[in-house]
């Protein structure tokens, strides 16, 4: 991994959730400039994630047989770049592609909240379904998606975890 800005010493810690659903450690090691590296073999892709003392959030990704690159961004976690491998780099691009469109749903509430407390406020019903209907807009296509995604990625490990969510889902 690349760490670049994380001080020297800084622990990295490999963590997954459990059969019980704890969330476990599983390695560890310490940055040292700037840079960190783990090793040891696994049997088939599983979801991990690397927790950096002092940061945040923690890091996702695929652990699976391969040379696995992350590249740590330490100001905004969520930046933060995995590749390497297969599963990962389709990872990242779902990541990006995610994060794309949350920017927007996010923007979008930003944007007319104001208009929202004040078509309230007036009780105007049809600016108040104007807008809503923008946030369904793009809520819809995230979730069209996340749907569409395992369609036509069927040999990545993230459609297998998009279908397992699906399933599971209360909808």
């Not at 599983?46 to 959030?57: E, G, P, R, T, V």
């Not at 994060?99 to 078509?119: I, P, S, W």
Request: hydrophobic share 35%.
């Amino acid at each position: 991994g690349n760490a670049k800005g994380v001080p020297n010493g800084k622990m990295v810690v490999l963590k997954k959730k459990n059969d019980y659903g704890i969330v476990v450690n599983v390695d560890s090691t310490k940055v040292k400039d700037g840079k960190f590296e783990l090793k040891g073999k696994v049997k088939e892709p599983s979801m991990f994630a690397l927790f950096i003392k002092d940061l945040q959030q923690p890091i996702p990704f695929i652990l699976e047989t391969g040379e696995i690159e992350v590249k740590v961004d330490k100001d905004s976690i969520w930046k933060s770049e995995i590749g390497g491998t297969y599963n990962n780099e389709e990872f990242q691009k779902f990541n990006t592609k995610m994060n794309t469109v949350q920017k927007r749903l996010v923007d979008y509430q930003n944007k007319n909240f104001q208009k929202l407390m004040e078509a309230q406020q007036k009780k105007d019903n049809m600016a108040i379904e104007n807008l809503k209907k923008g946030y369904n807009d793009i809520q819809k296509e995230m979730d069209d998606f996340m749907v569409k995604y395992p369609e036509e990625n069927t040999e990545a490990f993230i459609s297998l975890l998009l279908l397992q969510g699906q399933f599971n889902s209360p909808k």
